[in-house]
């Protein structure tokens, strides 16, 4: 199995920060690399797509990067509805797995 | 407009075999390369993939339940099944169905079902 691993597990920002947060592949996985924001008792909601393809109504504020092993997520001016739980998910190769997660908290 | 909801049963004994169905609207699995899947997740853990069946019957699993998963599909009901045999309390998840396109991201989820595996 690919396994994928983020960094930070958690951050604390403030409204209006801009964050960045990585996920890693221990192989190279292409552009296959999806993004997710999940928020207490709801389901993931994906956000970003092949890398960085912005899904239909997600803010701008949102973008993706990388190929290969290495990918981040930035948010560009985070708002208060940004505060939630991010999974990266690989689907290069099944099984398709995902990060354990980064939870981004109010400073 | 596309939605997708499981159903099945709350609580679920040691060694009993679980049944979750997943009714969609919005699409049709007879559609090329329209997929659903299936994937679980722990309380406080991060999602798990579990299934996938697609347009063409093709199914595929994660190969560390593969013995103990089934899913099949049902067209003219539009919904989806996963069965899960000989459960135990580390089952215990929300299980949720989502459709899955494109290079094999979910673009559209269910609410999710949260089973609880106790005797």
């Known amino acids: 199995d690919i396994q994928m691993t983020q960094s930070p597990s958690s951050l604390s920002a403030s409204v209006g920060d801009r964050v960045t947060f990585t996920c890693r592949a221990s192989q190279r996985i292409g552009n296959f690399l999806n993004w997710y924001q999940q928020k207490p008792g709801k389901a993931p909601k994906l956000l970003i797509s092949a890398a960085s393809s912005l899904q239909s109504g997600v803010p701008s504020r949102f973008s993706g990067s990388g190929s290969g092993t290495d990918f981040t997520l930035t948010i560009s001016g985070l708002e208060s509805e940004d505060f939630a739980t991010y999974y990266c998910q690989q689907s290069n190769s099944t099984p398709w797995t995902f990060g354990q997660g980064t939870r981004v908290e109010i400073k | 407009q596309v939605t997708l909801k499981e159903s099945g049963p709350a609580l679920v004994r040691p060694t009993q075999t679980l049944t979750l169905t997943c009714t969609f609207s919005?699409?049709?699995?007879?559609?090329?390369?329209?997929?659903v899947s299936w994937i679980r997740q722990s309380p406080g853990g991060a999602p798990e993939w579990l299934a996938r069946i697609d347009w063409d019957d093709d199914r595929f699993y994660r190969p560390s339940l593969r013995t103990r998963l089934d899913i099949s599909k049902d067209t003219s009901k539009n919904q989806v099944v996963l069965t899960m045999t000989n459960m135990d309390p580390v089952d215990t998840a929300t299980y949720y169905c989502?459709?899955?396109?494109?290079?094999?991201?979910?673009?559209?989820w269910g609410p999710g079902t949260l089973v609880t595996v106790s005797s």
């Open positions: 919005g699409f049709s699995l007879t559609t090329s390369t329209m997929r």
């Open positions: 989502s459709r899955t396109i494109g290079s094999g991201f979910f673009d559209v």
